[in-house]
């Protein structure tokens, strides 16, 4: 169960909220070379920088990682902004399929991620129906507390003026997994960036990708999840 109350047979599942990267975009292997890239000329005593970084933001990043280096996290910064402006946002299994399936049912969607304004500006560039598929797109500018918090799935829920328990997340990053969990919402988890064993500890459902999920199973596995 989702929660220790029992809750009203009014609840629904009225929005889904979804993390971007290793989602809905397949870019996490894109950025693992990336941060692989940047830990190896910046901190070669640190062999796992790209993965211990999954699902934090520039500035949690910058605060952990280059504290008080005002020129190298430009210089890291320029990088990053020139590669996004670049990377091949393509489409993980399946989703775009399934986002309009959901849409089509009257449920509302939102991207929530830990990624700036300017990597969206530049996914929209090369993505343009991105805006299409979703009703609200919040970054990280648009919550005080990043993942593994859980503002932003609160916040998500909140625009849409329903309960956390109301939302069904997608996440793939460990960070984002325990979001969510911590949200109080129906998780969904993708094995984009880790190994089935480790999502499933924390989703109510683990897939690899949206191809063989309909929105009729989600439905039906989100009721048996809030009314067992």
Known sequence: MLSTCIPSRDITLRAALFDLDGVVFDTEGQYTELYGAIGRKYLPDAPDFAQRIKGRTLVQIYAEWFPGQPERQAEITRWIDDFERNMDYRFV?????????????????????????????????????????????LTAEDYAAS????????KGAEIFQA????????????????????????????????PPELVRQYADLTIPDFENLSVQTLKALYAVSIFP
């Open 93 to 137: 299994n399946g989703a775009v399929r399934f986002i309009k399936a959901l849409r089509a049912e009257g449920i509302r969607t939102a991207v929530i991620t830990s990624s700036n304004k300017p990597k969206i500006m530049s996914a929209l560039a090369a993505r343009p129906e991105l805006n299409a598929l979703f009703d609200r797109i």
């Open 147 to 154: 993942k593994p918090a859980p503002d932003g799935y609160l």
């Open 163 to 194: 309960s956390p328990l109301e939302c069904v997340v997608f996440e793939d990053s460990l960070n984002g997994l325990k979001a969510g969990k911590a949200a109080g919402s129906f998780l969904v988890g993708l094995t984009t960036t880790n």
